[in-house]
């Protein structure tokens, strides 16, 4: 890939550079949807931005006055990140280098009035697993209830009133020391509320999530918090139509996308899948990627018949909120590192599923019985031949 | 509305006149995905186009080289268009005005060497269901087998060895009389293959099908035509993964979506659904459009608080083609008659099957389980609360 490509930061910006005002209006509308409305950012926010090198964007999803029901607004965050060391330093100085750097950004969060929070896949490692080699990196691997991430969050959680969602590489110490790529989330009063295991785990480039664990045996939970009910959908798992559709029939309002993925593998699908998911739901969903091109001490092959290599492709950031009507932010940067903040009301996942009625007419019968036929033996297709 | 926004013609053409070219390469590769190369469109068929005013588009997705399976190269064509005369001409005046239209736009796509083809929704009729007027309205529903327009097409199938998708209003002569929304499969040999119905029906804004017709009963069938196997996922049906879903489970590459829909209900999801559902499913999709602002006899309501009103809003076109590597043509223009034509190597679906994996992955015996227990008395929401 050109490195040209790697460093285009946003293409937001170029829309917004070069188009004439009105031509501006309507691309946006037929991109983004319904024009949003930015959330003004607080100064001490701002500044710890600035003197930290990141990025804030704030956006407001605005809901319908109802006459029976309150207003349910709330500010949910993401971030998106590099890592920070090079992958050659010791684990925990690793570990504890990315810790500090999102304590700083979550210290942003949380001026910024931020209540529920999630940050990126597997957010305390550098995303390893194009290695397939398990030594040292299975060390990184923590218990969900009682691991040093869970403890570092837990204490943050508390400080600021604040769920935070923290998808991990996690050690099942209780069933014989096995992996699984787990989303734990943590209460506002410092509380394991649960945790989810990633359902479906890709087999394709350099994501060798294959070779460490395996499919996620926890179904489809959806946490009540304080704040609203949310779910995780990690990674791959976005490609699944009917694990988005799981999270909602089970209450979700808002779904979190914990992600880390490269530009050459999935780049022009990043804005298509959650955001569907979001219309198709109708609820919240809000994608996160990592950000930045990480380096390895060994080399490893792609499957691709390239030359062997070190590095992992760029990760290209650009995590966004999309809302049950169609409308999203614009992503944050392809290149830095970044806070966006939604605040929204969840008033609007009712108002949208009554408005268009996808859930009244999804005919979940017919298709529980289409897919039991289809899983027995003996499923003919239906397909209809020239005699 | 404001007028502008109804005449903006295309989204495609003011990123072209307005981007310089190297940040054109990079906002097409994130909105548009892989570039596609133009099909060049025979002479005569560029007459044809000119003569009576419409567009012609064509664009090639190409396939790998295997080396145990040969190419499939085929090409398919979608066509959106105005209805004709007014609503207010007598009922077989406007379907024979629409029908003598659509032959000149076939007659083109012949010229393009077009294989299989797709009209809109409801193709021979103005899109009267906004009207809620059963009279005279019910008069233009077809038989699938032996209707005016299955034998105005059977000719040109037959003329043109052209498989024709052929979208109409239903009437059930064998089944008391009842009314659906079908599309009518008529292949090369001009015989009438089958046809699908609907499953899905929106009752939202203008779009009051419901007071006309019921869900569709005939699942979700494949049609093996001599270039493909193709199905048909009716307009309101695009909002429904589980549709697109079934269609895959049964063996489509091609799935066609005859639609339509207006600019102030769906126009920022137009280009997300039919996407999606080409990247989860690993097969082609052919979203359809119509073209114009229909005005009707009568005054009608939305169910907006709005008063009364005599015209639908305005259906945007924007007809296009997305493959399963997530790559997608532009749109057809959203104010004018036109035709795209699709080169394709059907090969693309399984080699993108095999890269992305989604299929094997999906877990469906999970997902056949969860349907079932969601739908069984007692089911309980996986809620994970706060103790």
């Given at each position: 890939m050109a490195s040209s490509t790697e460093e285009f930061e946003s293409v937001e910006k170029v829309l917004s550079e070069h188009l004439p005002a009105e031509q501006l209006v309507e691309v946006k509308r037929l991109f983004y949807g319904k024009e949003l409305q930015a959330l003004s950012i607080p100064v001490e926010a701002e500044k710890l931005a600035v003197n930290h090198d990141f990025e804030i964007q704030g956006f407001k999803f605005e809901a319908q006055t109802e006459q029976l029901r309150a207003p349910r607004v709330i500010r949910v965050g993401i971030i998106q990140n590099h890592i920070v060391l090079p992958t050659s330093?010791?684990?925990?100085?690793?570990?504890?280098?990315?810790?500090?750097?999102?304590?700083?950004?979550?210290?942003?969060?949380?001026?910024?009035?931020?209540?529920?929070?999630?940050?990126?896949?597997?957010?305390?490692?550098?995303?390893?697993?194009?290695?397939?080699?398990?030594?040292?990196?299975?060390?990184?691997?923590?218990?969900?209830?009682?691991?040093?991430?869970?403890?570092?969050?837990?204490?943050?959680?508390?400080?600021?009133?604040?769920?935070?969602?923290?998808?991990?590489?996690?050690?099942?110490?209780?069933?014989?020391?096995?992996?699984?790529?787990?989303?734990?989330?943590?209460?506002?009063?410092?509380?394991?509320?649960?945790?989810?295991?990633?359902?479906h785990i890709p087999r394709i480039g350099d994501f060798n999530e294959s070779t460490y664990y395996m499919e996620g045996d926890t179904g489809h939970p959806v946490f009540e918090t304080k704040f609203g009910r949310i779910a995780v959908n990690i990674c791959y798992g976005r490609h699944h139509p009917l694990n988005w559709l799981m999270f909602g029939l089970n209450g979700a309002e808002i779904v979190f996308n914990p992600s880390a993925t490269v530009g050459k593998l999935s780049e022009p699908l990043w804005g298509i899948e959650a955001r569907n998911a979001a219309i198709a739901n109708g609820y919240f969903t809000f994608a996160i990627n990592r950000v930045g091109t990480e380096l390895y001490p060994n080399e490893f092959s792609s499957g691709n018949g390239q030359p062997a290599h070190k590095d992992f492709?760029?990760?290209?950031?650009?995590?966004?909120?999309?809302?049950?009507?169609?409308?999203?932010?614009?992503?944050?940067?392809?290149?830095?590192?970044?806070?966006?903040?939604?605040?929204?009301?969840?008033?609007?996942?009712?108002?949208?599923?009554?408005?268009?009625g996808f859930q009244m007419t999804q005919r979940l019968p017919l298709y529980a019985q289409s897919l039991h036929k289809y899983l027995s033996p003996g499923y003919k297709q239906q397909i209809i031949k020239e005699k």
């Open positions: 330093a010791s684990l925990k100085a690793q570990r504890d280098a990315i810790h500090e750097r999102v304590a700083t950004i979550v210290e942003a969060a949380a001026l910024c009035g931020v209540n529920v929070l999630c940050l990126q896949e597997a957010w305390p490692c550098p995303f390893m697993f194009c290695t397939r080699e398990k030594e040292p990196w299975c060390e990184l691997a923590e218990s969900a209830d009682d691991g040093p991430s869970t403890h570092f969050l837990q204490r943050l959680c508390r400080q600021y009133n604040m769920v935070i969602v923290s998808p991990i590489l996690e050690r099942d110490v209780d069933r014989e020391d096995i992996l699984w790529n787990t989303a734990v989330v943590i209460s506002h009063t410092g509380r394991v509320l649960g945790k989810h295991r990633k359902n492709g760029h990760f290209y950031g650009s995590s966004y909120v999309a809302a049950p009507d169609g409308s999203r932010t614009p992503g944050l940067s392809r290149v830095r590192d970044g806070l966006m903040v939604a605040e929204l009301d969840l008033n609007i996942c009712r108002q949208m599923r009554d408005y268009w």
